[in-house]
């Protein structure tokens, strides 16, 4: 079992720039790939980024890339989303997943941290 819990999220103007943070309990941290996802008011969610277990790959959503950066600190077994030159439409639910049993799938969730970009 993984607990995943988000932090870092709140309310910034377009141009700014805020730092989401992922803390994960349970089995081996290093041991499986992790990802962000956001979901904002009616839409489906979506990919924002993955890192591998020992941060030795990352994939970006084209529509971050370049402006947002995923890493990971095994040693305090937390998840980071450093996003830059934030845009309102980044404004969404953002969570952070774990793809623990499987490589091919994120079955463990956190809960959710808002993410608020104004014009």
């Known amino acids: 079992q993984v607990q995943l819990v988000e932090s870092g999220g709140g309310l910034v103007q377009a141009g700014g720039s805020l730092r989401l943070s992922c803390a994960a309990s349970?089995?081996?941290?290093?041991?499986?790939?992790m990802g962000w996802f956001r979901q904002a008011p009616g839409k489906e969610r979506e990919f924002v980024a993955a890192?591998?277990?020992?941060?030795?790959?990352?994939n970006y959503a084209d529509s971050v890339k370049g402006r947002f950066t995923i890493s990971r600190d095994n040693t305090k077994t937390t998840m980071y989303l450093q996003m830059n030159r934030l845009k309102p439409d980044d404004t969404a639910v953002y969570y952070c997943?774990?793809?623990?049993?499987?490589?091919?799938?994120?079955?463990?969730w956190g809960q959710g941290t808002q993410v608020t970009v104004s014009s």
């Open positions: 997943a774990a793809a623990v049993r499987s490589a091919s799938r994120y079955d463990f």
């Open positions: 349970g089995r081996a941290f290093s041991s499986y790939s």
């Open positions: 890192i591998g277990g020992s941060g030795d790959f990352t």
